[in-house]
Nanobody, 126 residues
Framework: QVQLVESGGGLVQTGGSLRLSCAASERTFSTHAMGWFRQAPGKKRDFVAAITRTGNTVYADSVKGRFTISRDNAKNTVYLQMNSLTPEDTAVYYC????????????????????WGQGTQVTVSS
């Protein structure tokens, strides 16, 4: 399994921005599709965004136009740029990895991801 370590969380005011990073240990990072999920207190973990091994992206409707997922295969890192944050974005954010068997492979389902990071807290104050 891929070892994943998130960073970049913190406290920000409404309307602010944060950039999350997720560093992967695996040298075959480029063959994995990557996803970001989040879990707010008392709620289930929800899909946020995913990126295929070739860089195609997909987003949850709630973050579309505000969040951007990207990857740097040379650094084995995936990013989540979050803009125009609101208190509803407050959650623990997790990155996840799944082996991609074709270029367009991705999934919005957490059950399809084999590797997970420990999570990073994002808190947006009103």
């Amino acid at each position: 399994q891929v070892q994943l370590v998130e960073s970049g969380g913190g406290l920000v005011q409404t309307g602010g921005s944060l950039r999350l990073s997720c560093a992967a240990s695996e040298r075959t990072f480029s063959t994995h599709a990557m996803g970001w999920f989040r879990q707010a207190p008392g709620k289930k973990r929800d899909f946020v965004a995913a990126i295929t091994r070739t860089g195609n992206t997909v987003y949850a409707d709630s973050v579309k136009g505000r969040f951007t997922i990207s990857r740097d295969n040379a650094k084995n890192t995936v990013y989540l740029q979050m803009n125009s944050l609101t208190p509803e974005d407050t959650a623990v954010y997790y990155c996840a990895a799944r082996m991609a068997y074709y270029n367009s492979d991705y999934s919005p389902r957490e059950l399809d991801y084999a590797s997970w990071g420990q999570g990073t807290q994002v808190t947006v104050s009103s």
